[in-house]
């Protein structure tokens, strides 16, 4: 059984940094899985920050985070990172850390929190003005 676990999250000013780390088990060598983090503010809906492919380390990142935030991981610590710079009070919300099984994958982009089989418990990132 695949298990994710965040850590990371605080208080931080408008334009500082955050590390959020994500411990990962369970995966299996014979099967593909994608990594992503997401992101869900009080009233909206969950929406997607950044995926990673596991073994390949193919990156995607929403719009809104493209040259703020870096996703990268640790095969040997089964740890995945999104490093998050620039912060803004908008990037204020619960951060989840969530893996799929991929079968078939056109693009990363076309994943959708509806892929993602396994999710964390989340950890909370508020950005201060």
């Known amino acids: 059984q695949v298990q994710v676990t965040e850590s990371g999250g605080g208080l931080v000013q408008a334009g500082g940094s955050l590390r959020l780390s994500c411990t990962v088990s369970?995966?299996?060598?014979?099967?593909?899985?994608?990594m992503g983090w997401f992101r869900q503010a009080p009233g909206k809906e969950r929406e997607a920050v950044s995926y990673?492919?596991?073994?390949?380390?193919?990156?995607y990142y929403d719009d809104s985070v493209k040259g703020r935030f870096t996703i990268s991981k640790d095969n040997t610590k089964n740890t995945l990172y999104l490093h998050m710079d620039s912060l803004k009070p908008e990037d204020t919300a619960m951060y989840y850390c969530?893996?799929?099984?991929?079968?078939?994958?056109?693009?990363?982009?076309?994943?959708?929190?509806?892929?993602?089989?396994?999710w964390g418990q989340g950890t909370q990132v508020t950005v201060s003005s």
């Open positions: 369970g995966l299996t060598s014979d099967r593909r899985y994608a």
């Open positions: 990673i492919l596991w073994s390949e380390g193919s990156t």
């Open positions: 969530a893996a799929a099984r991929v079968v078939y994958l056109r693009t990363l982009g076309d994943l959708l929190p509806a892929n993602f089989a396994y």
